[in-house]
């Protein structure tokens, strides 16, 4: 796996965030740099937001905070917490599954039934139903932490689609289960566990890491619509202000956060939603990226193609030889 450049390139641009993310915040802080005006000559040319510059690559929001060090602040938040979305659901969704796929078939059937019928729920509007009251700041204030409000968090939402998984495994375990090996196991007297522990996860090992992959992504893609929906992870700051009021923004800068609260400038200053929408998107490719290279690590003959490239053979003939295999062939086509 970490001779595969995909899943070394993939890893690289994860960690490159993340260390990022720590550097950043142990160097400067945990407030970006703030300018209210670019200045030039004496005189104000420019007022926030200010449109990208060497002295900020990536501007400055409509407050005149740095974009780039609240991207880097907000990195580890959210790759963190969507790595803890989909790891959660996989420990509770593998084992369901697993317990589905072999001891309670019947059950699996109408299990099944009930998250065919969840592909056709929005999970995003549902999730916001859900996380309106933990997130949305009342007018006192919050009175829970950020941490506590991220770990419910990530807990409520990678609760939404645990049915789902749930399901994909045990169809998948329920096939294998029907294979010759394990029938053959099943007449030698081994149990429903040891079947589980020792054929079941080795056959799918692959296809729940990809599987974790997918929901890596998946979080992605639910955290930034609901950014849209101005419900931020870790929550979301709320003016109650009736004249003066700011618009809801994130307290954690995560990513999701800074797209859902700039999407308003999409037109007038292009660079603020922008900016954390490459981001999330560099995210979920680095992602695939190792998805890609684990596969690859895994399966043999992709190895074997790019180690030992096949070549049609090449036969060297001279004339003489070439006459008598001719010669050859005609005899052993004619009729005896």
């Known amino acids: 796996m970490w001779r595969q450049p995909y899943f070394i390139f993939g890893f690289f641009i994860l960690s490159f965030f993340l260390a990022g993310s720590f550097v950043y915040e142990w160097v400067w802080g945990d407030v970006p740099a703030q300018t209210h005006y670019l200045m030039e000559d004496g005189r104000a040319v420019e007022a926030a937001p200010i449109s990208p510059n060497w002295q900020h690559p990536l501007g400055t929001d409509q407050y005149g905070y740095d974009l780039l060090g609240k991207l880097m602040l907000g990195a580890k938040y959210t790759i963190l917490a969507a790595l803890a979305v989909a790891a959660v659901r996989m420990a509770i969704a593998v084992p369901i599954g697993y317990l589905f796929g072999t001891y309670f078939d019947k059950q699996r059937k109408w299990m099944s039934s009930f998250a065919d019928s969840m592909h056709y729920i929005p999970l995003t509007l549902f999730a916001a139903y859900v996380l309106t009251p933990l997130l949305w700041m009342p007018e006192n204030g919050f009175s829970s932490t950020l941490s506590e409000r991220i770990s419910v968090q990530v807990i409520i939402m990678a609760l939404l689609t645990v049915p789902i998984v749930s399901v994909l495994v045990a169809n998948e375990a329920a096939l294998l289960r029907d294979k010759e090996y394990i029938l053959a196991a099943k007449t030698l007297g081994a149990g429903r ?39 931020f992870l870790g929550g979301t700051k709320v003016s109650y202000d009736p004249m003066f009021g700011d618009p809801p923004m994130s307290i954690s800068y995560e990513w999701a956060g800074l797209f859902g609260s700039s999407f308003r400038y999409l037109q007038s200053a292009p660079w603020l939603p922008l900016a954390p929408v490459i981001c999330i998107g560099l995210a979920i490719f680095s992602v695939s990226l190792m998805m890609e290279g684990y596969l690859r690590s895994k399966n043999p003959k992709i190895k074997k193609v790019r180690r030992q490239p096949q070549e049609d053979p090449v036969v060297e003939w001279n004339r003489e030889q070439l006459r008598e295999k001719m010669v050859r062939l005609k005899n052993e086509n004619q009729p005896k």
């Open 193 to 231: 566990f040891r079947i589980i522990r020792k054929h079941l996860y080795p056959q799918m090992r692959e296809k729940i890491a990809v599987l974790y992959g997918q929901q890596v992504m998946e979080t992605f893609i639910i955290l930034a619509h609901l950014g849209l929906l101005d419900l």
